[in-house]
DNA sequence: CCTTACCCTCACGTTAACGTCAATTTAAGG
DNA sequence: CCTTAAATTGACGTTAACGTGAGGGTAAGG
C-alpha cells in the first residue's frame, strides 16, 4: 500500500522526449520548442534531455492554457508567477484575474461567432430562396 | 423621381483608392493588396487606380466574407464562381453548399470556446476557493 | 564492425494579412 | 510654375508556433 511505490510503477520518475511527445503527442520539435519559449528545463545526461514529473506536469499546464487559448507567452508568464512561491496568494490573484480577462475575451469571441452564424444562416436562406422552384 | 439620378448623386461613378480606403477604413495597402490578391481590378488612369461601383460591391462581398471568417483565398473562389456566371443555379448552389460548411466549422468553433470558458471558470473556481478564507 | 534507432544543434522555411519604409510620379491648387 | 498632397511600385519586416532538412553524435543488438 505503499503510495510513491505504486505510483513509481505506473508514472517513471524521468521522461525522454520521445515519451513525452508519444504521450502528448506532440512532436520532439515542439517540446524543443517549449524550451527555448523558457516552458520547459530538463536535465541533461550528456546533450540528452531528461524530464522529470516536474517537468511533465508543466507541460501539462501548457497544454491547457493551449486550449483555452493562451498564447506561450502568457503561458510562461503564468508558469512564471507560479514558481515564484507556490500558493501566494498575490500570485494567484494575478492569476485570477488573466483567467477573467481571458473569460471575457472568449465570450465575445463567442458572440462574434455566434452572429457570423446568423449571418451566414441568413444569406444561405436568400440563395436558397433563388433556387427554390416554388419561390 | 428618377432612381439613377437621385442615386448618382448619393454614390459616385468611380472612386479612388482614399475614397474606399476611408469609406471602409481599411488601409489603401490593403486595397493594393486585395488587387495582388485577385479581389479587385481597377481601372487605370495612366497609374492611377478607378475603382468602379463594382469593384465597390465586390469589396462589399471581400469584407462580408471576412466578417464571417472566410479567408481571402476563399473569397477569391467564390468571387470568381459568380463571376463566371451571375445567378447560374449550379455557381450557387456551388457556394451554398461552402457557406454550410463553413457554418458547421463556425458550430464546432462555437462549442470549443464554450467548453474553454466553462474550463476556465473551473479553474477560477479552483484558485477562488484557494483564496477563500473561510474554506 | 555495421546497422538501426534515437538524440542533438543549427538554421532557414511556412502561412496570413497586411505594415512599413523608400524612391518616384502624378494630380490638384494657388 | 511651384508646392504640397496623394498615388505608385517594389521589397523587406512582422507575428506565432512550429516544420523541415542538414549534418553529426551515441548506444544497443546482431
Not at 498564447?71 to 514558481?83: A, H, P, R, V
Not at 462574434?112 to 433563388?130: K, Y
Request: glycine share 6%.
Amino acid at each position: 500500500m505503499n503510495q510513491s511505490a505504486e505510483i513509481a510503477e505506473i508514472v517513471p520518475r524521468v521522461f525522454t522526449i520521445s515519451d513525452l511527445s508519444s504521450e502528448f503527442e506532440l512532436t520532439t520539435r515542439t517540446l524543443r520548442f517549449y524550451e527555448t519559449r523558457g516552458l520547459l528545463e530538463p536535465r541533461r545526461r550528456g546533450q540528452t534531455r531528461l524530464y522529470s514529473r516536474r517537468d511533465r506536469a508543466r507541460l501539462k499546464l501548457v497544454l491547457q492554457g493551449k486550449r483555452v487559448g493562451f498564447s506561450l507567452t502568457d503561458i510562461k508568464e503564468m508558469l512564471d508567477l507560479y514558481d515564484l512561491k507556490d500558493g501566494q496568494a498575490t500570485q494567484l490573484r494575478v492569476s485570477l484575474k488573466r483567467f477573467k480577462e481571458r473569460i471575457g475575451d472568449l465570450e465575445r469571441q463567442k458572440i462574434d461567432v455566434e452572429e457570423a452564424i446568423t449571418d451566414l444562416n441568413r444569406t444561405c436562406q436568400i440563395v436558397e430562396g433563388m433556387l427554390d422552384p416554388g419561390s
